[in-house]
């Protein structure tokens, strides 16, 4: 099968072949370069902080990297140090502005041991790599992250902790030159006004007073003027999706949106888009952690999707940002990896129950039958309904139910998750809602309102759960008695699948319980149950199987075994299971965006036992 791309021809061209067409993509210079700098900042750092380092034989390296300058070159090696440190790894991610940094250094260092230790060779060296940096400056392009003002607290917290701490080895590495025997608390108390350049208790003799005053100072100037530049740097903003885009969005669902049961949840607005260039393929995203991480299938025409691919790709290049796909279908997963030459990982299953073959009655529906019957029986009722048929003032009431029934004070979701109820648009989400006969309090704000489960649409015949709330007071068993009404009221919505919540490494849980088990299985299934003790994922997958669903597998896509700690870290903080945002006082209040026509939104995410998550 050949693929058009736009108009272009390309079939099943093998990816090796077209990146040999293509030139050969030059990453080991900034991987080496970055490497260096990790290793000259530590040897700086050595050099500034140790006497007798400085007077040893590895002096001979040392004075010659940029920082070991005449009488202060122990601060001046301490601030290099500390310097190539911070720039390392903005060098090995390809940062523009790491590498303007390190093209302003080098020169500086190579003019000092010039002018003050009159080191050619020293001058020589810092030139040298200078010029291989000019050489590849095309390498490092990279455009930088969107700001955030949790990474300069993060900095300061970071760097004025290891200022501290590497001050009281500076103030503790003469004890010869030391008058007297100041005490831990002495020294602390140096370390502390030394970092804002006053002198402290700690007296030295043969003018190591100077030397310890300018690496403290140096310390604490580094600290502050870090901090201040990522505070106050210029602002990259977030990818964010616009009403163009999610108008272009909706019109690729419309004649597309039956194939992946995802598709819907692209139009969250925390995601950024990228369309192919004919406009007829999408791929939604959103960055966290410097993780380009893509959900689901691309959205629009499949021969489009790999224009889609390439400029996700080329915008994750462009940043140097790690390229993911999270719980991608069979396809998609096919299509990823052929374009682009990731991989991909089997994640878990999807459960998808087709409504026809649905039905309480058969032993393996025993519990489910005699739970929603008992709940019955104890004064609930259920209505399920378009969204598009609620009144304003029962949506307003579900609105808030779902809000203030939230489990946790994160919103979850990310992959599987819309963030909002009764959107402009959303007209065709499918409300159950479970109901008490004679628990209508007028003074609560639900009235009679018990639970809420909310389905999103799934092309013309299918719909997609995307969250499950209930009152705690309930009875037990609400989100099961709310799916059953669900599905036996789908066939007169015109509803024939109904997917269900996504089992992480169900494949694993279901084969390891089984007689005959292998020990590593056995152990592997071990270790998922107990992570399900925070991550639900055994009992998101026993839940499933209550309604005798398909299995359909969904797929990680990844570039190297390597990423994939941090594709997980970063799946964990868009799923809302780590938290790394600034604490409330700290947070900087934002203006609310305007609302959108007709409606204002109240987000709601999965938070609770049974709710769709990744």
Known sequence: MSVTVDGDKRGLVPVRVRRILRGPRPEKVPSLVGTACTLIGLLDIAAGVFPRFRASRVHAVAEVLPGTLGPLSAALSLSAGVLLLLLAHGLKR??????????????????????????????LLSLALLALLLRHRGEFAALPDPRSRWRALANFVVMGAGSLALGLVVVSAHPRRTVGSPSLTDRLEHVLYGLFG?????????????????????????????????????????????????ARLRALLDQHGGRDSLGHFALRR???????????????????????????????????WPGAIERFMDEAKSHSW????????????????RETGLDALELGDEAIVDVADFSLSGR??????QMVKRIERNGYTTRVRRVRDLDD????????????????????????????????????????????????????????????????????????????RRDRTADPGMNELLIVAALQASPGLGIAR???????????????EKIGAGPVLRLWRGL???????????????????????????????????????????????????????????????????????????????????????
């Not at 590498?99 to 010039?114: D, M, N, S, T």
């Not at 393996?364 to 039958?369: E, G, I, Q, T, Y």
């Not at 969904?554 to 190297?560: G, I, L, M, S």
């Open 364 to 369: 393996a529906m025993r519990n489910v039958r």
């Open 270 to 304: 925390d995601k950024g888009v990228i369309f192919s260039p004919s406009g007829k393929a999408a791929v939604c995203y959103r960055v966290v952690s410097g993780v380009m991480l893509a959900s689901g299938d691309p959205i629009g025409d499949v021969e489009a």
């Open 393 to 468: 003032a029962e949506l307003a009431r579900v609105r808030r139910a779902a809000a203030d029934w939230r489990g946790t004070d994160t919103e979850r979701g990310f992959s599987m998750a819309l963030g909002r109820i009764g959107a402009p648009g959303d007209g065709d989400a499918v409300i159950a809602t479970a109901h008490k006969r004679g628990d209508d309090d007028p003074d609560s704000p639900y009235g009679d309102l018990k639970a809420i489960i909310h389905f999103v649409p799934w092309g013309p015949d299918g719909m997609s759960l995307e969250l499950m």
């Open 94 to 123: 390809h940062k523009r502005r790491a590498w303007r940094a390190a093209v302003v250094l080098l020169p500086l260092g190579a003019a000092a041991q010039f002018v003050w230790r009159h080191s050619v060779l020293g001058a």
């Open 322 to 337: 790690t390229p993911a796909v999270m719980g991608c279908s069979e396809t998609g997963g096919q299509v990823w990896t």
């Open 498 to 512: 109904v997917s269900l919540n996504f089992a992480m490494f169900r494949a694993a849980l279901a084969r390891g």
């Open 528 to 614: 998922l149950v107990f992570l399900s003790r925070w991550f639900q994922i055994e009992s998101l997958y026993k839940f499933n199987a209550k309604f005798r669903p398909r299995w359909e597998p969904r797929f990680v896509v990844y570039r190297t075994s390597r990423d994939l700690p941090r594709i997980g870290f970063a799946a964990m903080q868009a799923e809302g299971f780590v938290n790394l945002s600034l604490p409330r006082p700290l947070t900087r209040r934002r203006p609310a965006p305007a609302p959108r026509p007709c409606a204002h939104l109240t987000p709601a995410a999965p938070a609770e036992h049974g709710a769709r998550a990744a």
């Open 198 to 246: 006053v002198e402290g208790p700690v007296a030295y003799t043969h003018d190591v007073d100077w030397t310890v005053g300018y690496s403290l100072g140096a310390l604490g100037m580094l600290t502050a003027l870090t901090t201040i530049y990522l505070a106050f740097r210029p602002e990259h903003p977030a990818a964010r999706l616009t009403d163009d885009d999610e």
